[in-house]
């Protein structure tokens, strides 16, 4: 099917967008991961691909791969680190990269060779931190790669949206607002642009609205392809 009406103002583009969430395994069938379903960085991947861009999608293991066949190439991934080693490989000759995926920001220390059992109530498990994906991106890719980073926040939004950009060297952040019903694993949105510039809202209250606003500023700052 040949998409005639939808104006191809990305093209020339290549977008790279990790999204869903990562599982850090603890034994042979338990994670730590976080209610994120990837839809974020499937909208934003599939409007994109509409627009003309060319996308790589890294995904965590809960998302079911969009199946467009030209214009897209999907890689699933289990933990963080998997993440950060794939998006590494896509790297090099992306414009623009999205990190919308919702990282565990922290990893069992050790993993069981063998299914803890429940007799061992009372447990206690170490963790260690993960390698941050989007930071790590922002560092290793080329001078002028537009570097776009989400913020799900409870409270003071603007504020730590802001203070995440600055921290890893994004262009922008789009802060949002996650909690009962907004945020994770539903439609419902409410996000603000955060980047140099200042702040502005952004339009509409669903994640789609919120993909096509992102995508509107991208082919406004679009760095020359
Ligand atoms: N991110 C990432 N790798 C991580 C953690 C976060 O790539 N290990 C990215 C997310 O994809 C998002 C941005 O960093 O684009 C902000 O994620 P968020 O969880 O809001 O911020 P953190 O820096 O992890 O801080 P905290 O969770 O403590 O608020
Ligand atoms: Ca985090």
């Known amino acids: 099917?040949?998409?005639?009406?939808?104006?191809?103002?990305l093209?020339?583009?290549r977008m790279l967008i990790t999204a869903g969430s990562t599982w850090e395994y603890f034994?042979?069938?338990?994670?730590?991961?976080?209610?994120a379903t990837?839809?974020?960085?499937?909208?934003?991947?599939?409007?994109?691909?509409?627009?003309?861009?060319e996308v790589a999608v890294v995904a965590g293991p809960g998302v079911t791969p969009l199946t467009e066949r030209t214009g897209l190439v999907w890689d699933t991934v289990v933990s963080a680190e998997e993440m950060l080693a794939r998006a590494l490989v896509r790297l090099p000759g992306m414009h623009v990269v999205v990190g919308t995926a919702a990282v565990s920001d922290f990893?069992?220390?050790?993993?069981?060779?063998?299914?803890?059992h429940k007799a061992a109530v009372g447990l206690s498990w170490p963790v260690e931190p993960n390698p941050d994906v989007i930071r790590t991106l922002a560092e290793q890719a080329d001078p002028g790669t537009l570097m776009i980073g989400f913020a799900a926040e409870t409270d003071n939004i603007i504020e730590s949206a802001q203070r995440k950009r600055v921290?890893?060297?994004?262009?922008?952040?789009?802060?949002?607002?996650?909690?009962?019903?907004?945020?994770?694993?539903t439609g419902a949105h409410e996000a603000w642009l955060v980047t140099a510039d200042g702040v502005e809202p952004m339009?509409?209250?669903?994640?789609e609205e919120t993909a096509t606003a992102?995508?509107?500023w991208v082919a406004r700052h679009r760095p020359p392809a």
């Open 38 to 53: 990837g839809l974020m960085g499937k909208l934003l991947a599939g409007q994109a691909v509409r627009r003309g861009a």
């Open 167 to 185: 921290d890893k060297k994004l262009d922008a952040v789009v802060a949002n607002r996650v909690g009962l019903g907004v945020g994770f694993g």
């Open 11 to 13: 093209a020339g583009l």
């Open 107 to 116: 990893r069992p220390a050790k993993r069981a060779e063998q299914k803890v």
């Open 203 to 207: 339009p509409g209250h669903h994640k």
């Open 214 to 216: 992102l995508l509107n």
């Open 27 to 35: 034994d042979p069938v338990r994670v730590i991961t976080n209610p």
């Open 1 to 9: 099917l040949v998409d005639l009406t939808t104006p191809k103002d």
